[in-house]
Nanobody
Framework: QVQLVESGGGLVQAGGSLRLSCAAS????????MGWFRQAPGKEREFVAA????????YYGDFVKGRFTISRDNAGNTVYLQMNSLKPEDTAVYYC??????????????????????WGQGTQVTVSS
């Protein structure tokens, strides 16, 4: 099975940027559709972004509004989330998630947390006003 480790979180001022990374080990990431989710204290886990196994499909939560970009480097076994124009309401723990998919489904992305089988431990993002 794949192990996922997030990094890149931290404290940033409103309007700033962060790039989160999700490094995979144990399996090649090219077999997985990937997603990013976040969870703020007292709130449910929320979908942020998803990317298909083939990178041909990406999908974002409504609140993103062009501020975030998900990408992947299969050769480097890493998925990224570039976050720009950060707002205090973006403060949360950010998680990456993976779902192994067949070649037939290589263009499919998934927005529901129940679709994913593997999760990282999360990285804290704090945006100050």
């Amino acid at each position: 099975q794949v192990q996922l480790v997030e990094s890149g979180g931290g404290l940033v001022q409103a309007g700033g940027s962060l790039r989160l990374s999700c490094a995979a080990s144990g399996r090649t990431l090219s077999d997985y559709a990937m997603g990013w989710f976040r969870q703020a204290p007292g709130k449910e886990r929320e979908f942020v972004a998803a990317i298909s196994r083939s990178s041909t499909g990406t999908y974002y939560g409504d609140f993103v509004k062009g501020r975030f970009t998900i990408s992947r480097d299969n050769a480097g076994n890493t998925v990224y989330l570039q976050m720009n124009s950060l707002k205090p309401e973006d403060t949360a723990v950010y998680y990456c998630a993976g779902r192994r998919v067949s070649t037939f489904s290589s263009g499919t992305y998934y927005s529901g947390p129940s679709a994913y089988d593997y999760w990282g431990q999360g990285t804290q993002v704090t945006v100050s006003s």
